[in-house]
DNA sequence: TCGCGGTTGACAATGATTCTCATTCTCAGT
DNA sequence: ACTGAGAATGAGAATCATTGTCAACCGCGA
């Protein structure tokens, strides 16, 4: 059972790398079409489904997060393994994770409570963050 | 400042009522091309381009509620207008209303440390009901 | 009754995501 | 190092929810 593989114990190839690479260079979400442009940019010339192939196979395994913009569109970003949720900026984009201890707890209560089992939940919080308040 | 109209303070046109009805009559999300489908089963004969319509106008109006599925697709509800999450059964379906006191405190509170104003938030749980537990 | 702004419906357009399939590449075993 | 089997890739078509366009329509006030 190998539990911390270097790129999750998924067939390393160099599309994925470089999808995981793009992923690991900026520090907000970025949507597929997205990660698909950053890459034609440096002509890594990575096509657009493959991208969406190895996003998909990355959230599956954990390694990135996937959110969804107000208009539906999935956005992925490379974070820690932990359960954390997003704070994001509704102008500017900028997102700070932020972990709850007290929000895994309350879910958990109000599950039981129900008698749900097999959680897991969904957390964001968007609003206008301080750079942006002026403007 | 009309607060409490029997429809939002909005023209009630007959297609509008039928778009709410059929979400009244269901208790559990419905994308906007189910929503359509119902109505026309009905031989109301509404075009999907005012179903969606009419559910962005609600929900502009906090008449009902906006989720996402998985893959995306929007989901809507007739509920209460007061803020809530939601707790969904993967299996079935079902859902539950929750109120959070605590999650909305906690919400503020971490916004409030990075600068963020002008919040909103969403929240959504899922997991296996107790019926579907079994299957 | 007439005119007007808001509403509707049919259909085209958009855009993200997925599918198809022939080609290419990786990995394990020899 | 060589080879076969199966996974991965790329290009483009296909799918499908959602939105835009625009002419026809409706109810309401003048």
Redesign the pocket.
Known sequence: MTSTEPSGG???????QAVLDALSGVDDFR???EVHELLAGEGS??????V???L?LYADHGLVDVLRRE????IYRRCSETHHHHLVCRTCGATVEVEGPAVEKWTSAIAAEHGFSDLSHTLEIVGTCADCQGR
């Open positions: 998924l067939r390393p190839t160099p599309q994925r949507s597929a079409q010339g990575v096509g657009l489904a493959t969406y192939r190895a998909a208009d539906g569109e999935a």
